[in-house]
């Protein structure tokens, strides 16, 4: 499965409009994510989730659509700040904008499902980490609570060298965290439809 340009662009819309009128997109950061964060995949792999173009802005959009059900189904003095929400929901995985090329090999894609490689030009880091990255080199400022669920959204995964951080996250972290599971078991799901 994969994306229309109609649904590409509106997404892009939706996400650049989303974060500019909440205050954390720069013009030096929507400019450096550029083309290659629009056409970006969330993943490489075809049994992964969202991996082909658009895939990656769609993904950000669906993570960020749960976390505001699952933020507005907590009592009142549970919820987290809405725009530290969306925030962290739009910017966790913006390093995966230069992270991936096409795979070239037509074997891989009809046989694997493998639709895209890793950039080997890039230093190897954490997709969060990367994240970071490029938004503080953007303009871009995170309280301390942002910046802690952004580094530990993907704490409990195997390729985590502090295992420890999952039981130091906030309550914006543990959203993050949920929501993103959520987003991949829903783009699993429609993809097997």
């Known amino acids: 499965m994969g994306l229309t340009k109609e649904k590409i662009i509106a997404n892009t819309k939706k996400y650049f ?8 997109m720069t013009d030096e950061l929507m400019g450096y994510l550029g ?6 995949p969330a ?5 992964l989730h969202n991996a082909f173009e658009g895939g990656l802005i769609d993904h950000l959009l669906t993570v960020a659509s749960y976390a505001v059900k699952f933020n507005n189904a907590l009592p009142e003095d549970e919820k987290v700040n809405l725009n530290s929400l969306l925030k962290v929901c739009l910017l966790h995985q913006i390093g995966k904008a230069n992270l991936y090329t096409p795979c070239t090999s037509d074997w891989h894609r009809k046989n694997q499902g493998k639709m895209y490689e890793f950039n080997v030009d890039l230093v190897s880091m954490k997709v969060s980490d990367r994240s970071i990255y490029y938004a503080l080199s953007h303009g871009i400022k995170f309280t301390e609570e942002e910046y802690v669920a952004m580094v530990n959204y993907d704490s409990d995964s195997d390729y985590t060298i502090d295992k420890i951080a999952k039981y130091h996250n906030s309550r914006l972290g543990e959203i993050l965290i949920f929501s993103n599971k959520m987003a991949i078991l829903h783009e699993k799901k429609i993809k097997i439809m």
């Open 35 to 40: 083309e290659n964060f629009i056409g970006a």
């Open 17 to 24: 409009d989303t974060a500019t009128k909440l205050d954390f």
């Open 43 to 47: 993943s490489t792999m075809e049994n």
